[in-house]
């Protein structure tokens, strides 16, 4: 019998940072997060996510680690992890933790030992030039407009290194197997202290293998290197998992599950970017084509699929004129809404201008769609973003718990807060909150409740056989999840005005359809077409049970 945890997991992710500030610094930490573990539970989540809070110079939020083994001591300490760890246990929630092994902090001991002493064991490390070698091609500089170059000069050093991200984020040589050991050793650490997994910071730029005179060409399959992390995962924890941050075409993507001895987790980013397109055109047809586009995932695979991240949202896989419908639709202001040139740097509340519908049908694919779904904290409230901050913090904002200071983020004085809670607008604190949303019956964290309890009622749509049905109208999209002999099959209809949709479910004649949200039967499909009358962004999930109820 396989235990695949994850299939039927709602994961969320949260920055600790934003989330809920305990002892009133400004910073949210482990203790403040501690807090709100009942609030989790309440919402029905059964794995968090936590971003990068390791200690760090925090120059690309924590995405820039200078030791691998602890606790930024901002966000407290690692006793007051294992608490929070504990904690968690009991309720019955995992913990994800990011794993940012692609580059180290230049501030890393690693790197400053390197610069400092090139006779040390760790020069090779890192990549390094005595010449401007040309850029890294394959993708180049990942921050177009922040980052000019993938070679950078240390002065110290003498030469030049390699990075794909920012210049203070200095790749690793993955193929020196000391590093390679190194990587198996915070892997084992943060396995010891009870996490169910990782995600893998930047997975396609971590097993570029490169030769050690810097030729950056490819040494081996470059893949080889992640059955090497997956062999070792799985011999320290059975039940841990690999979730990887591939933002690739699907041919490369089938090479991460491979044959199930890989990832066992990879972001949908191809299906999110196809999401909005359909989302801007009103039509089923471009989720369906990025749908079957996929490849098969094997048994113990699983995508994760989600709506917004912590990050830009990337639109980088479709075309120019593609880009500019998801604009117009979304983020008409290129100069404050888009950033990198490939993509949005809003919240997705504010980008549908908080339409609760809209916001509902949303969620509601997200948390039927084939694979697991990840919301990124806020998301169940509909939280907006600030557009007055640089970069890709317009969508980092703290979290907002209640109509008080701060949003109840944090007690310290507003100027003092590690990023200012939203508090102009529609989406200002004192409306969007968690203690005025969860009283409201109607509002998205009501619901959201609700849909998430639902979602973990119908494991076929995570375990489950997935096919796209054809629904006779362009604006819906329909899917049937079949496991172990039963169905649900869900319909969503991407535009705002009602339509008729009408499913061919031979396979489910004379079956009843239970609509699920309203938990009332609606009728026997006796025809091999059925028809199902929609509102405007109408969602509906159906069981499919044997006998009229
Ligand atoms: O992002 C890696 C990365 O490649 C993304 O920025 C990517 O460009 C985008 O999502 C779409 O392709 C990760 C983290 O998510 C990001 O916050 C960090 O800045 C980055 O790694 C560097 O560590
Ligand atoms: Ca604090």
Known sequence: ?????YKNAVIYCLDI???MDGNGDGIGDFVGLTQRLDYLTGLGITCVWLMPFYPSPNKDNGYDVMDYYSVDPRL??????????????????????????????????????????????????????EQKPEDIQEGGVMFPGLQDTTWTYYEKAGAYYAHRFYDHQADLNITNPEVRAEIQRIMGFWLALGVSGFRIDAAPHLIELRQA????????DPYIYIDEMRDFLSWRRGDAILL??????????????????RMQMLFNFWGNQYFFLALARQEAAPLVQAFQDLPPVPSIGQWANFVRNHDELTLDKLSDDEQDEIAAAFAPDRDTMWIFDRGIRRRFAPMVNGDLQLLKMTYSLLLSLPGTPVLNYGEELGIGDDLSLEERKPARTPMQWSPGKNGGFSTAAPEDLILPVVSEGQFNYKEVNVACLRREPGSLLTWMEQAIRLRK???????????????????????????????VI????????????????????????????????????????????????????????????
């Open 213 to 220: 005179d810097n030729l950056f060409e490819r040494v081996e």
């Open 76 to 129: 407290g300490s690692l006793g007051d992890f294992v608490e929070f760890s504990r904690r968690a246990e009991e309720r019955g929630i995992r913990i994800i933790v990011d794993l940012v092994v692609n580059h180290t902090s230049d501030q890393h001991p690693w790197f400053q030992e390197a610069v400092r002493d090139r006779e040390s064991k760790y020069w090779d490390y890192y990549l390094w030039s």
């Open 244 to 261: 990887a941050e591939a933002n690739e075409t699907p041919d490369e993507l089938s090479k991460y599950f491979d044959h199930g001895d």
């Open 1 to 5: 019998m396989l235990d695949l945890w």
């Open 490 to 549: 869900a319909i969503h209809n991407f535009s705002p005005d009602p339509c008729t949709a009408t499913l061919t479910l031979k396979d489910d004649l004379d079956h009843c359809l239970v609509d699920l949200f309203k938990n009332q039967p609606e009728e026997t499909v006796s025809a091999p077409t059925h028809e199902f009358q929609l509102e405007g962004y109408d969602y509906r999930w159906f069981r499919v049970t044997n006998s009229v109820i």
């Open 17 to 19: 940072e934003t989330y």
């Open 457 to 487: 009622e119908c494991p076929e749509l995570g375990w489950g056989q997935w096919q796209i049905l054809d629904t006779k109208h362009p604006s819906v999209f329909a899917h049937r999840c079949q496991w172990q002999g039963n169905v």
